[in-house]
């Protein structure tokens, strides 16, 4: 999985991607210090899998990763060239989502390149310059397709779409919104199109450290991102980026400590990573064994040849069956062979859906 971190300058943006990947992108009180796409890969944290390789003394214990590309400072008019220009569209074409970092705190000490604190601008700013760059695409493929249009029935039907889309996108609104009916041809045009605005959004509500106890609720600035974001059916999480940079320099006793002074039961980093999932989607299934223990990421509702797949294409060509054992079982039978006897290991066939927490062994046959 992929998510790219946006954001206005100054917002915290680099230090959240700094104190999340530890990758050390330069930070600094003034815009577009981060010039190149800078990319990170965080594991995801699962308890799960330490219990799972402990049981099996596995050598090697690998958890499901997420990568963090951190793209360079957008400003109002960045379509036309301000700023960076729009060198930044293709970097977030690449990714799965948008984490999108809105500033909510006051510091006298850190300017904002619009003068003050306000989150519904700033989101608005940064949303409307994505539109621009979405009727970029748009206008190029409706040029395209209008020249063979007249003589084509599918593609007058696919140009009937793209003058939609556009028509949406020109009153402001987001393509996320564009109401698309069952007809599977213009999904797969929709999908194709691969439009800025039609990505899933996780704003990240970047606060001050008093703010962080009550998760953001006496903060104005942070019910105004949970206002815009109810409205357009996205993601929030409340974060303070300065303490996560503080949380990255400690070990894991320390991390625990600090965190339960604070009053937090969990980091920005893991917040984030379970509001990535459910905005995607998505889940982790098991796999354990003396060579290794590992997390697989899918989609709700994989079925188990799909989810074979994900470990090798062969996997899922062959397959005749899986095994299955929740991990919590597993767990407490001590071994596979006792959770076998206890009968709460399921052969499973080409339907069945796997559940998260599933510990799997495929059988397959190529």
């Avoid at 699962?46 to 400003?75: C, N, W």
């Avoid at 069956?321 to 206890?342: F, I, M, P, T």
Wanted: proline residues 2%.
């Amino acid at each position: 999985m992929k998510l790219g971190i946006v954001g206005l300058p100054n917002v915290g943006k680099s230090t959240l991607f700094n104190s999340l990947t530890k990758a050390g992108a330069e930070s600094a009180n003034y815009p577009f210090c981060t010039i190149d796409p800078n990319v990170g890969v965080v594991a995801v944290p699962d308890e799960r899998l330490k219990l799972l390789g402990d049981l099996y003394h596995s050598k090697k214990v690998t958890p499901a990763v997420i990568e963090f590309v951190d793209i360079a400072g957008l400003v109002k008019g960045a379509s036309k060239g301000e700023g960076l220009g729009n060198q930044f569209l293709a970097n977030i074409r690449e990714v799965d989502a948008i984490v999108h970092v809105v500033r909510c705190f006051e510091d006298t000490n850190v300017v904002h390149v619009d003068g003050s604190v306000d989150p519904a601008r700033d989101i608005e700013t940064i949303n409307l310059e994505l539109v621009f760059s979405d009727l970029e695409i748009l206008e190029r493929r409706i040029a395209k397709t209008a020249k063979g249009a007249r003589m084509d029935k599918k593609l007058a039907k696919e140009l009937e779409l793209l003058e939609k889309i556009k028509a949406h996108l020109e009153e402001g609104k987001l393509a996320k919104t564009f109401e698309l009916g069952e007809d599977e041809d213009e999904q797969a045009w929709f999908a194709s199109y691969n439009l800025l605005t039609a990505k899933p959004v996780i704003y990240a509500a970047n606060v001050s450290e008093d703010d962080l106890a009550d998760d953001g609720a006496s903060n104005p600035h942070v019910q105004a991102v949970r206002k815009m974001a109810g409205e357009e059916g996205s993601g929030v999480f409340v974060i303070c980026a300065q303490i996560e940079q503080e949380i990255a320099e400690l070990d894991e006793e320390e991390k625990a400590m600090f965190l339960e002074d604070l009053g937090l039961k969990q980091s920005g980093l893991e917040k984030l990573i379970q509001a990535s999932y459910s905005l995607l989607g998505l889940m982790s299934y098991l796999t354990a064994g003396e060579d290794e223990t590992r997390a697989w990421t899918i989609k709700k509702g994989t079925k188990a040849p799909q989810a074979a797949g994900k470990i090798h294409s062969d996997f899922e060509r062959g397959f005749i069956r899986a095994e299955v054992v929740n991990y919590k079982d597993l767990l407490e039978c001590g071994s596979l062979a006792a959770a076998r006897e206890k009968g709460l290991v399921g052969l499973e066939g080409k339907d069945y859906v796997v559940q998260d927490g599933d510990v799997i062994l495929f059988r397959f046959n190529v």
